[in-house]
């Protein structure tokens, strides 16, 4: 099973954002449905069941800040061919925590690569060429007091990603 750890947008900003996306910017076929919007905080992959519950009982003893995030630039990963929504700002808590979770995702035998952490919401995937600037600037501002363990689920209809597991972020904010 595939999973990761991550950041659930809550719908009335799920709908706003999509809503920009349909006006700020031109259709694209690869357009990621609004209820798979999130912020990932590690991608795990495969993870077996052993796997999943060390890292479980890892999780549990990390500190875990609310979080604040503003979105408020978009930007076009040309390799994985992403355009994303990202934050010229980012809390130093948001990032201490990716990094926490991915060497605990380390310590539980799973392989994630760990570099500088860039929060984003992709909101198209595969787009051919750097797109056109949107005719609006993004500005969305988002509060997270859980982070999830998502499980991404092929369907004949697309991806889903049901939540399995949730943590309540609470130790401050940041």
Not at 10 to 23: C, V
Not at 26 to 54: C, R, W, Y
Not at 150 to 172: C, D, H, M, Q
């Amino acid at each position: 099973m595939r999973y990761f750890l991550g950041l659930d947008i809550d719908a009335k900003s799920k709908l706003a954002i999509e809503q920009w996306r349909n006006k700020a910017l031109p259709h694209f076929v690869g357009s990621v449905p609004a209820a798979n919007f999130h912020i990932t905080l590690v991608f795990l992959g495969q993870v077996q069941a052993h796997q999943l519950e060390d890292l479980t009982a890892r999780i549990d003893e990390i500190a875990k800040p609310k979080i604040d995030l503003h979105l408020d630039s978009l930007g076009y990963w040309s390799k994985p061919k992403i355009l994303f929504l990202g934050a010229t700002a980012t809390s130093q808590g948001l990032i201490q925590l990716a990094n926490q979770l991915g060497t605990a995702a380390n310590g539980s035998g799973l392989n994630v690569r760990q570099g500088i952490y860039i929060p984003h919401l992709t909101l198209v995937r595969k787009v051919k060429d750097n797109p056109p600037n949107a005719l609006i600037s993004p500005s969305f501002r988002c509060q997270f007091s859980h982070m999830h363990l998502f499980e991404s689920v092929s369907t004949k209809t697309g991806v889903r990603y049901p939540i399995r597991a949730t943590w309540i972020l609470n130790e401050g904010k940041n």
